[in-house]
């Protein structure tokens, strides 16, 4: 966790917290970002310490910045698993056995056909 904190400006900042819509009250999501949107972390926390929650989180993708695209890449610096997210609307899942949180880093989709 230390890493990933020294690693990613965003999470070094006091005054960059948004909180995000979940659609389950046991899924805690937000976000914290560079101002100039070269760094950008979203994380997803599962709350409850026992059971499987999953949920639909919201994130307004006019926080990003310009994006060419609504595909953006979502990469777990805990896991280094990466997932395609498109739109504002996408589904998590967390089942504290295995893994209580995500701490993802966003990639957007540019022209060029790549991810930055």
Known sequence: MNTIRKENRAL????????????????L???????????IIVVVVNLDPVRL???YVYIPLADFGPMDSDVYQVHDLLTDTRY????????????????TAHIFRVRRWLAGEKFV
């Not at 999501?29 to 760094?39: V, W």
Request: charged share 30%; glycine share 2%; net charge negative.
């Open 12 to 27: 070094q900042l006091y005054d960059n917290l948004r909180f995000y819509r979940a659609d389950n009250p046991s899924i």
């Open 53 to 55: 929650q999953h949920s």
């Open 29 to 39: 999501c937000y976000a914290k970002m560079t101002e100039s949107r070269d760094d």
């Open 84 to 99: 395609l997210w498109r739109g504002e609307r996408n589904y998590v899942e967390l089942n504290p056995a295995v893994q």
